[in-house]
């Protein structure tokens, strides 16, 4: 587990599927978000890209410290294996939004994957629109590198996407806990 001050990150389990399943087809607007199409995958459909995913994938639940489970943080590598690069994307139920939890959950796992892996770069990529994402990016020390143009289909309609990265001579002090025992 992955710890920090307000959340802590642990790896996804089979069990935690059912929630994820339901997170993940819940498409409205409000829930979702205005900035990603929706998605509809089963419960089997979910637990096979979780068994085999061919990015290099995984996803970590963000907890807050009374575990409760109020999103998700996901690492994966589109590229190719042999990379020194890893992409992030993350989602948090909308009642705990705007609280600081999705930027602590993002330089969490900053530091894990610096910490961990042969990683010079993170990127990840928001939709021109989604000011909340780009402010979680730029507080856990991304920099804006350009825009993606008509990249992502998003409710019908070819949108603009901004992305970010943070290279590992960028990177700060880990904000994960240690402990020493």
């Known amino acids: 587990m992955l710890e920090g001050r307000n959340v802590n990150l642990r790896v996804m389990e089979k069990d935690d599927l059912p929630l994820f399943t339901e997170w993940f087809n819940n498409s409205s607007p409000e829930f979702l978000g205005r900035y990603f199409s929706p998605f509809q995958r089963s419960r089997t459909e979910l637990e096979k890209m979780f068994d085999s995913s061919p990015f290099e994938e995984k996803v970590f639940i963000i907890e807050k410290k009374d575990g409760t489970k109020i999103g998700y943080i996901v690492q994966f590598n589109m590229l190719a294996p042999y990379t020194k690069m890893q992409e992030i994307g993350y989602f948090l139920v909308p009642n705990e ?65 901004f992305i970010f990265s943070i290279l590992k001579e960028e990177w700060k002090e880990p904000k994960i806990l240690m402990r020493t025992t």
Do not use: P
């Not at 610096?114 to 989604?130: C, E, G, P």
């Open 97 to 161: 939004r705007g609280k600081g939890y999705c930027t602590e959950a993002t330089q969490l796992l900053v530091d894990y994957l610096f910490l961990s892996k042969n990683v010079t770069r993170i990127q990840a990529t928001t939709h021109t629109r989604n000011a909340a994402s780009q402010k979680v990016l730029e507080k856990a020390g991304f920099k804006k590198e350009g825009t993606l143009r008509k990249s992502n289909l998003v409710r019908g309609e070819w949108t603009d996407m």
